[in-house]
């Protein structure tokens, strides 16, 4: 299995980010993808979470702004990121949990905000 991230950079607060994150060697429809994020010092924490079914859930400090979607053609989970915040500087992981409960990581994006 491999994920592969993409789309992360500088942008200023209050600007839009596109991640994208490519799977390979999975099943994709079977697989509830995810969005973490680590930003230095802190652990890594969820951001959103699409399942297999399309059921979303989002971390209370980027719901309103953050949408996780998935393109099946491409095996592609994204996640439009607006209204950023400095806050959200951190780096994005992206995730793939397939049955039993197996976890897969990306490398990680670097996402940074400036004030």
């Known amino acids: 299995v491999q994920l592969v991230e993409s789309g992360g950079g500088l942008v200023q607060a209050g600007g839009s980010l596109r991640l994208s994150c490519a799977a390979s060697?999975?099943?994709?429809?079977?697989?509830?993808m995810a969005w973490y994020r680590q930003a230095p010092g802190n652990q890594r924490e969820l951001v959103a979470i699409l399942t297999s079914g399309d059921s979303t859930n989002y971390a209370d400090f980027v719901k309103g702004r953050f949408t996780i979607s998935r393109d099946g053609a491409k095996n592609t989970v994204y996640l439009q990121m607006n209204s950023l915040k400095p806050e959200d500087t951190a780096v994005y992981y992206c995730n793939a949990r397939v049955p039993p409960n197996y976890d897969f990581w990306g490398q990680g994006t670097q996402v940074t905000v400036s004030s």
């Open positions: 060697g999975l099943t994709f429809s079977w697989a509830n």
